[in-house]
């Protein structure tokens, strides 16, 4: 066998042990104990060597040293007298982990002592089940995971000497499994835990790859209020509004986008196509100390400005068209106003239905970056929860940087 064998390599050889049942036991009853007792030179070369240190008392009948040797180190041994290769830990982790497998707690209040039993070792010890614990129980380990995100978010509410410390290395637990369980778990307690470092590493384990990664599409960036009035006025606000829908109803313009949270900061990456084909594809990064803002839009953004638009344009028409009748200038001609007015009312529905509205009815929001140097990015028909994720890890990240 390799000397760093993956996790599921160390894990099968030990499930061929002749005597992997007593020595699951052995580690399992002298980590516990260790844990209980708050015995930080478990397993350390540091130890005295004396019983309560090692575990000695928890030797099965008939288990010697030629019984208890495996690929990766003799497990009376490394009790004994420490074990200092990562190997060798990852070997002692192992075997806690099959020993919680094999008796599992039945009750809550058992789940919760097992995993700050678990934790503890973890923060103090060279015993760390976590990384075997997700392979060997699956999901079988609910329970257990529960507990351990109530220690990275609470950990005082669990034991009163627990501190940042275990809730840190719970919070590093957390991202050592992949079930989607416990990945739902992780973003939620994420959203409620106070502390910013316990925080970020939560909100960093999607990086650069996983949940801080957002698939959505390039749109305008929402206008100002001078530069809609004046769009509006001018017809030009339903002029690039059919524009856009013909693009994309007849000629199939696209402008699929991601938007991705890595160390380095915001890298959004876009691509322009047309009838399939695609015609650009850029990517840009955003450092996060160029970062001015990032928002995401309420539901029905600029509603407020548009009622207000809208209102001023039914104003006119209705006020022009009276003081047109009863003036009657010769020449005047309501009819071209009218038209002119309804024009403009046309292209403040088209322009709200297609930039925001559109969202909204199936969903979906836009987020809006704006760096300190450089032009707005609007990324729509994203998803709100995957964005307000995001948004806190951004948030995390930059106080972290602070």
Known sequence: ??????????LSGLNA?????????????????????RRSDFASRFNIGTAPTTGREHVPAGLDREGAQTAHGNVLDLLENGAEKPAERRLLGALLALGVAERLPETV??????AAHLVWLAAHTYVDAFEALDVVLAERADGIWR???QIAERPSDVASDFGLTEALVAAVALTTSNAPAVRALRQEVSGRVQDPAVRAVLTRAGLPGGEALLSGELAPAPYGVVVTALLTVTLLLALLSL??????????????AELRLTDRG???THRIELLGKVLRDRATVVPLSNLARVTREVRYARLGLYAGLLALVLGTYFGMGLFVDGVRVPGGSLSLLGLAVLLMVLG????????????NVRGKCRLVVEPHKGRRVCIAALDPRRADQMLSSIADLTAAAR
């Open 266 to 268: 915001l890298e959004l």
């Open 348 to 359: 403040l529905g088209a322009d709200f239905v297609l930039s925001g509205a559109s969202d």
């Open 109 to 114: 209040a058992e789940e919760d002592g097992l």
């Open 17 to 37: 042990h002749p005597r992997i049942d007593e020595l699951r036991s052995l580690v399992r009853a002298a980590a516990l104990d260790a844990a209980a007792a």
């Open 243 to 256: 524009l856009r829908t013909i693009g994309r109803l007849a000629l199939s313009y696209r402008r699929p």
């Open 1 to 10: 066998m390799a000397d760093d064998p993956s996790i599921e390599e160390l």
């Open 147 to 149: 507990a351990v995100a």
